[in-house]
């Protein structure tokens, strides 16, 4: 881990980086402040294959502060392979195209660090967002979500993820669940990896 310390954050891409490859199609549901965008995206490009990354926010100064922070950090070719939106991640299936399923749907709920908090991930768009993000997502992708608990509204939300993770059919999906026992309001990172069909089972983790 890159700061020493187990974050939540740096656990999920930790997991994201032994999942996603090169020339992968992934989205950033709640891109914020585009950290995470950026993580994703030095994960699919490639030299010589281009992945894309799908970025959402319904926030257009989220989309801005996003393209801003990954114009300081990228070339000029690994930022075509990021597509912005500044639409609700409900509707993420109107932007990835169908012959194009994703490896990663990466979730960070809550409001952007910085900016207006009242401007909130809710369990009713969340829950649309998570099942879209089980259609569009690959065999052998990972849909990640990480939910903050500390703020009002916040326990709701992870009841709504929780259960959503419950009811995944077991012979398609593992739905697990990862919290600081100690750190009682830290985020807890909801994993639910969408198993390979069985034909390719020989090489799943
Ligand atoms: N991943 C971000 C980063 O690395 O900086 C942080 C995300 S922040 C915790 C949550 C984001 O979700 C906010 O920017 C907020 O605008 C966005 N958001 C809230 N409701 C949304 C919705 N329905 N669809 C998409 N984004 C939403």
């Avoid at 980086?17 to 950026?38: E, W, Y």
């Avoid at 970025?55 to 393209?67: F, K, N, W, Y």
């Avoid at 879209?132 to 709701?156: E, F, Q, T, W």
């Amino acid at each position: 881990f890159v700061t020493g310390k187990l974050k939540a954050t740096e656990l999920a891409h930790a997991v994201w980086r032994s999942i996603v490859q090169k020339g992968d199609t992934v989205v950033d549901a709640t891109c914020g402040n585009g950290n995470d965008t950026l993580a994703m995206l030095k994960m699919v490009a490639g030299e010589r294959v281009q992945g894309c990354v799908y970025g959402l926010d319904i926030q257009e100064s989220a989309i801005e502060s996003t393209s801003s922070f990954l114009k300081t950090a990228v070339d000029g070719h690994e930022m075509e392979l990021v597509k912005l939106f500044p639409i609700c991640h409900s509707r993420m299936e109107e932007i990835v195209p169908k012959n194009s399923p994703a490896r990663l749907v990466a979730f960070n709920l809550g409001y952007l660090p910085g900016g207006d908090k009242t401007i909130i991930t809710v369990p009713t768009t969340t829950e649309l967002a998570l099942q879209a993000a089980s259609r569009i997502v690959c065999s052998g992708g990972l849909i990640s979500v990480l939910v903050y608990i500390g703020h009002p509204g916040g326990r709701d939300e992870l009841s709504v993820v929780e259960s959503f993770a419950s009811s995944l059919p077991i012979d398609t999906w593992v739905s697990s669940k990862f919290e600081m026992l100690n750190r009682p309001i830290a985020p807890v990172l909801i994993l639910l990896h969408k198993k390979l069909s069985s034909s390719c089972e020989a090489t799943q983790f």
